[in-house]
């Protein structure tokens, strides 16, 4: 009886752990091309929550699939702030450039307090309490559906930079910035499209998120926190390591909501990001310095 | 000492100084209670101001989690009145103690691996958020549901346990900022001042002189964070409130960095002419919005992020050093 609530509860954090190595993912790349810390990231999710939540209330959209437009508005977004905003400071000291996305999150949600309040608002699926039973485990139907959406999009994402000429320019300019210029590839352009890919993560995340839990404009801070933690974890830049710290992340949190208390589930996963600062600040699946 | 501070500074920018404390002092004299009360609000943001410019300012490492040292050394101070009756001229020392040392905690988790930059500032956030959930779920002082210092009128007047009018809270507060202003001035221009410019500016080179890097960067971030504490139990005998929600609140960390990043970081007028901005800024943006039946607090914070992003792209030196070059003071920068 009790293993098989372990295993729920793990099964869980895995499937959630999925959608937040996606919107990790977004933050990971964008770090490890434009050298950018996105501070804005999980405003941009919490945003993408809400724009989901909308397209569901006004046109019954089910969020699961309105990741598909956020994720394109949100690219175009993504581009017009890199190519604007972010460029400018692209030559700036780093903490210049925290400081004008620390100004841009907290516009973000301001915003989104001052339009839709800071009560919480909820998502009423049809099928939000639906289930498989596996044997004695029970597996909530939205929640696999939001997991796959998450690694189809996490895959595509992968191909995009494996496969294609432009993923593999983005990836140049990643590892070698001079050299990619030298060799003549537009690197404004490359910075531009990376950041749109980027945000696509988060707004495919964060639509995908509606599905599973209620939105606030505070949950913002404590995404771009959930996000960063995810990426140290893994390995700032790595994008398997944003995946795997996602699923880590995801399960630890939910393993801490029974063990310990609901409400304390984030000082754990704090407790693992001082952790692995202390003992490997690479991250799990980044090379040491 | 005093005097050597004043060596190289113009006639005319300490007839200004002058000027600036002579009006300060005598400001409770004609002012009412309410704008007593916004010039509290500039002291003591000019004052933590201060204590985070000498991270970033002078050491070079961006802290967003400052609001950590506010709220130990409020909760601190505030348990040890409330539970045991301990003064707050006596609580301050372990509040300031426990903010040191969870700094150092800080401070050697970081420096080890030379954690810096975006690292360290997201450990700072880090530290900032577990201290939130933990006050959270402590009985002691209240958990969730805040904690309050009782306000009886047969205490009124009790200057040594801070229990007092705002004319006494307006004088304290200007001391703190006078004397942080006075201190970061001194600091400046020492040794210890020099060795953590030469951090900043390049931490290799420094190294290559013989400065001990992260002993530097160790004592900035100390003596930041104590003084942030200090702040910290003002705020808790001022206000008489304390919610984990608010005083270790990332927005809380970011309210303290407004001033000395709009008024121009690692300058010592920066953190002062910053909060002369913002604080009046705020008070005019909650009634204007509050009239015209806005979310005022989202209004306030939402033009202050704006205002940030404009600064930062804009005038990223802070407005400062172009009034300085505007005043034609000699301290262009300073």
């Known amino acids: 009886m009790t293993l098989s609530l372990y295993l729920e509860v793990l099964l869980q954090g895995i499937l959630t752990g999925l959608v937040y190595g996606l919107m990790a993912l977004g933050l990971s790349v964008i770090f490890g091309v434009v050298r950018v810390v996105n501070f804005a990231h999980g405003e941009f999710a919490v945003l993408a929550m809400y724009a989901a939540f909308v397209l569901f209330t006004a046109?019954?959209?089910?969020?699961?699939?309105?990741?598909?437009?956020?994720?394109?508005?949100?690219?175009?977004?993504g581009w017009l702030l890199q190519r604007f905003v972010v460029q400018p400071f692209i030559v700036r000291p780093q903490h210049d450039q925290f400081i004008l996305l620390v100004g841009l999150a907290i516009v973000l949600v301001n915003a989104l307090l001052m339009i839709f309040g800071p009560d919480s608002r909820h998502t009423n699926l049809s099928y939000s309490y639906d289930s498989w039973f596996i044997g004695p485990i029970i597996v909530d139907k939205v929640r696999a559906y939001a997991a796959a959406a998450a690694v189809v999009v996490s895959a595509a994402l992968f191909a995009f930079f494996r496969f294609t000429l432009l993923g593999t320019a983005i990836r140049a300019c990643a590892d070698n910035l001079t050299g990619a210029a030298v060799v003549g590839l537009d690197v404004k352009k490359l910075y531009a499209l990376t950041f749109g890919l980027g945000l696509a993560c988060a707004?495919?995340?964060?639509?995908?998120?509606?599905?599973?839990?209620?939105?606030?404009?505070?949950?913002?801070?404590?995404?771009?926190?959930?996000?960063?933690?995810?990426?140290?974890?893994?390995?700032?830049?790595?994008?398997?390591?944003?995946?795997?710290?996602?699923?880590?992340?995801?399960?630890?949190?939910?393993l801490a909501s029974i063990l310990v208390e609901p409400s304390m589930k984030s000082m754990v996963s704090f407790a693992l990001l001082v952790g692995v600062l202390a003992f490997r600040p690479q991250g799990l699946v980044g090379k040491p310095a | 000492m005093i005097a050597e501070l004043f060596a190289g500074v113009s006639t005319r920018a300490r007839v200004l100084l002058v000027l600036l404390a002579v009006v300060m002092l005598a400001a409770p004299l004609v002012l009412d209670r309410y704008l007593v009360s916004v010039l509290i609000l500039v002291c003591l943001a000019a004052y933590t101001g201060q204590a985070w410019n000498i991270l970033l300012g002078f050491a070079g490492l961006l802290s967003l989690g400052h609001a950590l040292y506010l709220g130990l050394a409020a909760y601190i101070s505030a348990g040890l009145y409330v539970h045991f009756g301990i003064g707050p001229w006596l609580g301050v020392f372990p509040a300031v103690a426990v903010c040191v040392a969870v700094a150092a905690l800080l401070g050697w988790l970081a420096f080890r691996f030379r954690i810096e930059g975006v690292y360290f500032?997201?450990?700072?956030?880090?530290?900032?958020?577990?201290?939130?959930?933990?006050?959270?779920?402590?009985?002691?002082?209240?958990?969730?549901?805040?904690?309050?210092?009782?306000?009886?009128?047969?205490?009124?007047?009790?200057?040594?346990?801070?229990?007092?009018?705002?004319?006494?809270?307006?004088?304290?507060?200007?001391?703190?900022?006078?004397?942080?202003?006075?201190?970061?001035?001194?600091?400046?221009?020492?040794?210890?001042?020099?060795?953590?410019?030469?951090v900043r500016e390049d931490p290799e080179a420094a190294q290559a002189l013989g400065i001990h890097i992260n002993r530097a960067r160790m004592s900035a971030l100390l003596l930041s964070a104590g003084m942030t504490g200090i702040a910290g139990v003002f705020q808790a005998f001022y206000a008489n409130n304390l919610f984990p929600s608010q005083i270790f609140d990332i927005s809380r960390s970011i309210d303290l960095i407004l001033a000395p990043i709009i008024g121009g970081v690692g300058t010592l007028f920066g953190p002062i002419l910053g909060a002369f901005v913002l604080a009046p800024l705020g008070e005019v943006l909650i009634s204007i919005t509050g009239a015209i039946g806005l979310n005022a607090p989202g209004t306030k914070a939402l033009v202050f992020g704006l205002f940030l992003m404009a600064i930062i792209a804009g005038v990223p030196t802070g407005l400062w050093p172009r009034l300085a070059s505007l005043l034609r003071l000699r301290s262009v920068g300073r």
């Open chain 1, 59 to 77: 046109l019954h959209v089910d969020p699961i699939l309105a990741a598909i437009p956020v994720a394109a508005l949100f690219f175009v977004i």
């Open chain 1, 203 to 254: 707004g495919a995340a964060g639509a995908i998120m509606v599905a599973l839990t209620d939105v606030t404009p505070m949950l913002a801070p404590s995404f771009t926190l959930l996000a960063f933690t995810i990426v140290i974890v893994g390995g700032l830049g790595s994008m398997a390591g944003a995946l795997l710290g996602g699923l880590l992340i995801g399960v630890v949190e939910a």
């Open chain 2, 121 to 198: 500032a997201l450990l700072t956030i880090a530290f900032a958020e577990v201290a939130r959930i933990g006050f959270d779920h402590i009985g002691f002082t209240g958990g969730a549901g805040g904690f309050f210092l009782p306000v009886r009128s047969e205490d009124q007047g009790q200057w040594w346990n801070l229990r007092s009018g705002p004319t006494f809270f307006y004088y304290l507060a200007l001391l703190l900022a006078a004397g942080a202003f006075l201190l970061c001035a001194v600091l400046r221009r020492s040794r210890l001042g020099h060795r953590w410019l030469a």
